[in-house]
T-cell receptor, first 113, second 114 residues
Framework: DVKVTQSSRYLVKRTGEKVFLECVQD?????MFWYRQDPGLGLRLIYF???????EKGDIPEGYSVSREKKERFSLILESASTNQTSMYLC????????????FGPGTRLTVL | GDSVTQMEGPVTLSEEACLTI???????????LFWYVQYPGEGLQLLLK?????DKGSNKGFEATYRKETTSFHLEKGSVQVSDSAVYFC?????????????FGTGTLLAVQP
């Protein structure tokens, strides 16, 4: 069974802290994605990666960075967390073609106080 | 630009009622179309997909037909159950150069009452 795991289900941080969200997939997928989900806005793409050490900005990259040192792991970094980054963060992975399914992790609900 | 529009919720139905959630899209190319479902407290999972015009995707009693002439991909089910209560997302995928990217609608909350 395919599996995407995220390091935390719930996280509470303070404004200005550096935050790391980790995502691991066991499907040997080339592509990995970070989204944030907010009520009324659906899912918005933050960053994605199509290969190790390769990354591209999504629709809302400001305030975020990413790291992909190994194929199975994709990290989202909030350099200095702010209250407007309180959200649900979802990681996903997929293989190489545009007809292919993206597989999602369970999500991390981040609260920034 | 490319986009997906789906009906706003919440949609509240009684058990065994018929369901239709409307989804239309705008795309410059020939997208693949998806319905994802998010059960309470979980991530998204694929419900069904269609990769070309007139294809019908189906799963768990849900169906959707890729209609190029009306740029639509409406989700239907003949008889809903309480366990179908979830948020449903319509999405399209276009080849984006390096990889596929999904563009999502805003989601439709379905609440099924016993």
């Amino acid at each position: 069974d395919v599996k995407v795991t995220q390091s935390s289900r719930y996280l509470v941080k303070r404004t200005g802290e550096k935050v790391f969200l980790e995502c691991v997939q066991d499907m040997d997928h080339e592509n990995m994605f970070w989204y944030r989900q907010d009520p009324g806005l659906g899912l918005r793409l933050i960053y994605f990666s199509y290969d190790v050490k390769m990354k591209e900005k999504g629709d809302i990259p400001e305030g975020y960075s990413v790291s992909r040192e190994k194929k199975e792991r994709f990290s989202l970094i909030l350099e200095s967390a702010s209250t407007n980054q309180t959200s649900m963060y979802l990681c996903a992975s997929s293989s190489g073609t545009f007809t292919d399914t993206q597989y999602f992790g369970p999500g991390t609900r981040l609260t920034v106080l | 630009g490319d986009s997906v529009t789906q009906m706003e919720g919440p949609v509240t139905l009684s058990e065994e009622a018929c369901l239709t959630i409307n989804c239309t899209y705008t795309a410059t190319g020939y997208p693949s179309l998806f319905w994802y479902v998010q059960y309470p407290g979980e991530g998204l999972q694929l419900l069904l997909k269609a990769t070309k015009a007139d294809d019908k995707g189906s799963n768990k009693g849900f169906e959707a037909t890729y209609r190029k002439e009306t740029t639509s991909f409406h989700l239907e089910k003949g008889s809903v159950q309480v366990s179908d209560s979830a948020v449903y997302f319509c999405a399209l995928s276009l080849y984006g150069g390096a990889t596929n990217k999904l563009i999502f609608g805003t989601g439709t909350l379905l609440a099924v009452q016993p």
